[in-house]
């Protein structure tokens, strides 16, 4: 262990550094830096900002930050139902034909919006995908949107969500292993 001191006195030595900045610091300029960090620390968490009247008004940046992704029954509601699953149901080829198909995406998707829970050998996942992350929905709900708009098939709808999930680490469904 380095000590910077002078034994047993407690004292630090000066350093070449600490000698070059004491020369070279303005006493005017010293008082305004120190000024200027304290009312830094005085506002911590906050922003100042306007509102559409053109009102300056403190933003509490941290609350707001931790409230982001809190969970908003409403809109996962509507992300999912009115949605996903809307879409899905309606662009979907419909007949016991292409159900195995279906059951594909509809898998793909559920363990994206579980965060990577895939069904076990009795079928359970553990985890509701309509209860997940609002922003995980949304994400589904952007390729859904794209596909549909562009009329892609079963097969490109499966892979951007079976990628989707292999980036994130979720891994590949039990029928590609």
Avoid: W
């Avoid at 004491?22 to 005085?42: F, G, T």
């Avoid at 009102?55 to 931790?66: A, G, H, P, S």
């Avoid at 996942?125 to 596909?147: C, Q, T």
């Amino acid at each position: 262990m380095e000590d910077n001191g002078l034994a047993g006195s407690g004292k630090k030595l000066p350093s070449k550094f600490d000698e070059d900045f004491d020369k070279n610091v303005n006493p005017d300029y010293e008082q305004e830096r120190l000024e200027i960090l304290m009312r830094a620390d005085s506002v911590k968490g906050q922003q100042l900002a306007i509102d559409n009247e053109g009102q300056l008004f403190t933003k509490d940046e941290i609350r707001n930050f931790v409230l982001e992704n809190v969970h908003d029954p409403s809109k996962m509601y509507d992300v999912y139902y009115k949605g996903i699953d809307k879409l899905l149901r309606g662009y979907l080829p419909k007949g016991t034909d292409f159900q195995k198909s279906r059951e594909l995406i509809y898998e793909e998707k559920n363990c994206f919006l579980t965060r990577g829970l895939r069904k076990n050998e009795r079928g359970i996942r553990g985890a509701d995908s309509r209860m997940g992350h609002i922003e995980d929905a949304e994400i589904i709900l952007n390729i859904v949107i794209d596909s549909v708009v562009n009329s892609r098939g079963f097969f490109e709808i499966y892979c951007a969500i079976r990628d989707l999930n292999v980036s994130r680490g979720y891994g590949l469904p039990s029928t590609e292993q």
